[in-house]
């Protein structure tokens, strides 16, 4: 089929490269000057494992193409995607701005070809409930062109993305045309499994699928956040509680692992975008609220617990923060822990030396040279007074630590994602502190500086 992306960011681009992995023909449209020369000498933007490989395959034969040209790229074009962002607004409402331009311009350059055939405009884009109708009255008042507007939210998690995309738990299509419905139909029929993995239902139930999923992910996080405060009260181990609940067959393992707190594009946005449309329903969702603020809470804990076992005050000891990155295997910082744990230990009079294997150029963007940047995580420990672990990359699991307490000035860790083993940690003379788990404490000779 021929398919059109608007805008080539993470989702657009995800989605559009995995189209054409599949035998479609797509053409991408990305305005960013800097961004479409990237993309169309062949170089991913973003990282994401094995999205490049499948890049250099799609542009090597023709099947993938970028431009900025909205009518070059709709021209005889049978499903459009709509991957623009829908940022939120101070008050919480989603700026449906760029999803109304977009979806304008393109049924302009539709029908100015005056095609009788139905084009199938699918918002990718997470957007609340009611956006979709909204989008398809207001098109329908400024285009006569032959249109139908489908929901088809998307479900990847940054570092599996590609295989998220070519191997769907499930895809849901929102919407009111049949005729659309089975063009999506078309489209994904090599990813559909099972019949039953492919969805159909009203725009509505599409959206708030989408936001419920992520809260409901958010929410499992948190509850186990939350538990590491009575774990650490009581001794108790987190990871044998989620071991325990877990193996629960109602429950399940996946998001169960506690850690400094949850960040990215999707479970920070969706879950605040959840409180909203709660509260323009007229309901206020203390489940909801209460995710969000388990969330903040534990990352100032995190911070907390630094200040409490440092062993010499925070003001002017250097803190070395390992991972900067929302999680391992992306060069995501939106809403990363990394951010808040590094900016309450500037606030707190410390020196902040960071680290990260692909975001370390981001993080640079905000807090420019308020932070010492290393591209070496035992560079980074040097002189250190403390190790803070933000970002479970398994790189960390692995580094020389013998050396690296030897080059502290007190071999401290506190882990943020429980990812270090215990006991290498003691082995190798380090007090170590995680999140709800028994802490290593031993007899510390702290160097002093020269």
């Given at each position: 089929m021929?398919?059109?992306?608007i ?12 189209l054409?992995?599949?035998?479609h023909?797509?053409r991408?449209?990305?305005k ?10 062949g ?29 070059k790229?709709?021209?005889?074009t049978?499903?459009?995607f709509?991957?623009?962002?829908t ?13 109304e331009t977009?979806?304008?311009e ?19 884009s997470?957007?609340?409930?009611g956006?979709n109708r909204k ?10 062109a032959?249109?139908a507007?489908?929901?088809n939210p ?12 070519l ?9 009111e045309s049949v ?5 999506m139909?078309r489209l994904?029929d090599p990813l559909?499994?099972?019949e039953?993995?492919?969805?159909t ?6 959206e ?5 999923a ?10 186990m ?10 001794g108790?181990?987190?990871?044998d ?9 109602r429950?399940g393992?996946?998001f169960?692992?506690a850690?400094?707190g949850y ?11 959840m409180?909203?449309i ?15 603020t ?7 804990r995190?911070v907390?617990k630094i200040?409490?076992?440092l ?8 803190i070395a923060?390992w991972?900067l990155?929302?999680?391992?295997d ?6 990363s822990a990394?951010?808040d744990?590094?900016q309450?230990?500037?606030d707190?009079?410390?020196?902040v030396?960071?680290?990260d ?5 981001n993080?640079?963007q ?26 479970d990359w398994?790189?960390y699991?692995?580094?020389?630590f ?6 502290m ?15 290498v940690?003691?082995?190798n003379?380090f ?14 000779r702290?160097r002093?500086?020269?």
């Amino acid at each position: 089929m021929e398919v059109t992306i608007i805008g080539c960011g993470y989702v657009g681009l995800v989605t559009g490269v995995c189209l054409a992995s599949i035998g479609h023909t797509v053409r991408g449209v990305e305005k960013d000057p800097r961004k479409l020369k990237s993309l169309q000498e062949g170089h991913c933007p973003i990282f994401e494992p094995g999205l490049q490989e499948l890049m250099n395959e799609a542009v090597s034969n023709g099947s993938i193409t970028f431009t900025d040209d909205v009518k070059k790229a709709t021209k005889d074009t049978e499903i459009v995607f709509l991957c623009v962002g829908t940022p939120p607004k101070p008050d919480g409402t989603v700026d449906m701005t760029y999803l109304e331009t977009a979806g304008k311009e393109v049924c302009d350059a539709l029908a100015e070809m005056n095609n009788d055939l139905l084009v199938t405009i699918v918002v990718k884009s997470t957007v609340p409930a009611g956006t979709n109708r909204k989008l398809h009255n207001f098109l329908k008042s400024q285009t006569k062109a032959h249109f139908a507007v489908v929901s088809n939210p998307e479900f990847l998690k940054e570092g599996t993305a590609v295989q998220d995309c070519l191997n769907p738990d499930r895809i849901v299509i929102g919407g009111e045309s049949v005729e659309a419905f089975r063009m999506m139909r078309r489209l994904y029929d090599p990813l559909v499994k099972r019949e039953e993995n492919f969805m159909t239902m009203n725009w509505e139930s599409a959206e708030l699928t989408k936001y419920a999923a992520n809260s409901m992910l958010a929410a499992r996080i948190s509850f186990m956040n939350e538990l590491t405060i009575l774990c650490e009260h009581y001794g108790a181990d987190i990871e044998d509680i989620r071991k325990g609940i877990g193996s629960d067959s109602r429950i399940g393992p996946a998001f169960l692992r506690a850690g400094c707190g949850y960040g990215g594009s999707c479970f920070p946005k969706d879950v605040a975008a959840m409180e909203h449309i709660s509260r323009a329903a007229g309901h206020e969702s203390l489940f909801v609220s209460a995710i969000q603020t388990v969330n903040k809470n534990q990352k100032k804990r995190f911070v907390q617990k630094i200040v409490e076992k440092l062993g010499r005050p925070i003001q002017g000891a250097t803190i070395a923060v390992w991972g900067l990155a929302f999680k391992a295997d992306t060069d995501d910082i939106r809403e990363s822990a990394s951010i808040d744990v590094i900016q309450y230990l500037l606030d707190a009079g410390a020196i902040v030396r960071a680290h990260d294997y692909k975001a370390l150029e981001n993080m640079k963007q905000i807090f420019k040279d308020k932070v010492e940047w290393t591209t070496d995580p035992v560079k980074a420990a040097a002189g250190a007074d403390a190790i803070a672990l933000c970002t479970d990359w398994p790189q960390y699991t692995t580094q020389p630590f013998r050396k690296i307490a030897a080059t502290m000035n007190t071999p401290i860790i506190f882990d943020g994602r429980n990812c270090l083993n215990r006991d290498v940690m003691r082995e190798n003379g380090f007090q170590y502190y995680p999140m709800g788990r028994p802490p290593v404490e031993q007899t510390l000779r702290l160097r002093s500086r020269a």
